[in-house]
């Protein structure tokens, strides 16, 4: 068998964007909840607007996956509304309807637009999430837990999941001299660990374990 004692020795997170689309509703002033409800489907004509009325938006993004410093494009639609201010990813007034670049995308970044109108107030926003990429790298084992050489090594096998010594998901890694991989794991906190195996199948017992957190 092979020995345990592979070890992980250095870890570098890069950042690579996947855009997830997060819809969100709030009303105020003289609106209610309920009135703001379907502010994030795309507004139809109406051909008898109620002046009091509370504002609905819609706004949307081009692309839900975005390669790294990718740039996507917003649009955007609103009633009922006497004045739009963006905030958090981009800023400053903006017009009853219309589209913009935004970018480029390399951190988790949340895009709002906030309407205001005689019937209350309306808030959207999209949240752009990032997946990251773990460059993970370590020291080839030598021995068999016996201390003989190890001459049969063939390549590792590297598990992750969102529990601590609970890893759900594993990548195989084949070839015996190589000792660098980049990990794609989603958004979130994940803890990896890895295995050497030998020709045979066998897998040592797990290195030292890594926490990617989240951004």
């Given at each position: 068998?092979?020995?345990?004692?592979?070890?992980?020795?250095?870890?570098?997170?890069?950042?690579?964007?996947?855009?997830?689309?997060?819809?969100?509703?709030?009303?105020?002033?003289?609106?209610?909840?309920?009135?703001?409800?379907?502010?994030?489907?795309?507004?139809?004509?109406?051909?008898?607007?109620?002046?009091?009325?509370?504002?609905?938006?819609?706004?949307?993004?081009?692309?839900?996956?975005?390669?790294?410093?990718?740039?996507?494009?917003?649009t955007w639609t609103v009633r009922n509304a006497d004045s739009c201010s963006a905030t958090g990813g981009w800023s400053g007034d903006r017009a009853a309807s219309g589209s913009e670049i935004v970018?480029?995308?390399?951190?988790?970044?949340?895009?709002?637009?906030?309407?205001?109108?005689?019937?209350?107030?309306?808030?959207?926003?999209?949240?752009?999430?990032?997946?990251?990429?773990?460059?993970?790298?370590?020291?080839?084992?030598?021995?068999?837990?016996?201390?003989?050489?190890?001459?049969?090594?063939?390549?590792?096998?590297?598990?992750?999941?969102?529990?601590?010594?609970?890893?759900?998901?594993?990548?195989?890694?084949?070839?015996?001299?190589?000792?660098?991989?980049?990990?794609?794991?989603?958004?979130?906190?994940?803890?990896?660990?890895?295995?050497?195996?030998?020709?045979?199948?066998?897998?040592?017992?797990?290195?030292?374990?890594?926490?990617?957190?989240?951004?």
């Open positions: 068998m092979i020995r345990c004692d592979t070890r992980i020795v250095g870890v570098k997170v890069v950042w690579l964007p996947i855009l997830l689309v997060l819809l969100a509703s709030c009303s105020g002033g003289s609106s209610s909840s309920s009135d703001a409800g379907d502010q994030t489907t795309n507004p139809s004509p109406d051909p008898n607007p109620d002046p009091n009325a509370a504002p609905t938006i819609s706004l949307l993004a081009d692309e839900e996956v975005v390669e790294p410093g990718a740039s996507i494009t917003l970018g480029p995308l390399s951190v988790n970044t949340t895009y709002k637009l906030t309407c205001s109108g005689v019937g209350g107030n309306a808030l959207v926003m999209i949240t752009v999430f990032v997946n990251g990429v773990v460059q993970l790298s370590w020291i080839a084992p030598t021995e068999n837990m016996d201390g003989s050489n190890l001459n049969d090594l063939v390549g590792y096998k590297i598990y992750y999941g969102v529990q601590s010594r609970g890893y759900v998901d594993s990548v195989r890694v084949n070839g015996s001299n190589v000792t660098q991989y980049e990990l794609n794991i989603p958004m979130g906190t994940y803890y990896v660990a890895m295995t050497a195996m030998d020709a045979e199948g066998n897998e040592s017992m797990f290195s030292n374990e890594l926490v990617k957190d989240s951004i």
